[in-house]
């Protein structure tokens, strides 16, 4: 045998059919697209979940920003969003309001005491000079 008799005879023996190799099994065109269309249909059944879980992740992150959003603009810290319900919309604004009337009479407490502070005389009211004659506390301590 010569060198190129060689060569084709290793070459059909690599080259041989898929049947060969599975025990000679063959599947006919039917069956090939009935796989395959199963395959694809499997295949877009887990990328359509995929694609679910992420949107669902999408919109649970979109509405915590919104909360977040809300209860700034509330005046609240942003450390008590976990503390509230984020389950939806309609439960986080029920616990918003519920939050609002436990803190509603501190803050007008504290918004009475504000006001008070700065109706307040000042002692470092500069728009009248002092002279150290006429001043109060320097004259009490014989200044």
Do not use: C, W
Not at 31 to 57: M, P
Not at 84 to 101: I, M, P, R, V
Not at 103 to 120: F, G, L
């Amino acid at each position: 045998m010569n060198m190129s008799t060689e060569n084709i005879s290793t070459t059909a023996e690599n080259t041989a059919t898929p049947a060969e190799h599975t025990g000679g099994r063959t599947f006919t065109q039917d069956q090939v697209n009935t796989i395959v269309q199963e395959r694809l249909a499997r295949d877009r059944e887990k990328q359509s979940e995929e694609l679910g879980k992420k949107e669902q992740e999408l919109l649970q992150r979109e509405f915590r920003l919104n909360s977040r959003e809300k209860l700034l603009n509330r005046g609240y810290p942003e450390d008590i969003l976990d503390a509230l319900n984020l389950s939806d919309e309609k439960a986080f604004d029920k616990a918003l309001d519920l939050l609002d009337e436990y803190v509603k009479p501190y803050r007008e407490e504290a918004e009475a005491k504000a006001k008070a502070a700065a109706s307040a005389p000042k002692f470092t009211d500069k728009s009248e000079p002092r002279h150290s004659l006429t001043d109060p506390i320097r004259k009490a301590m014989n200044l």
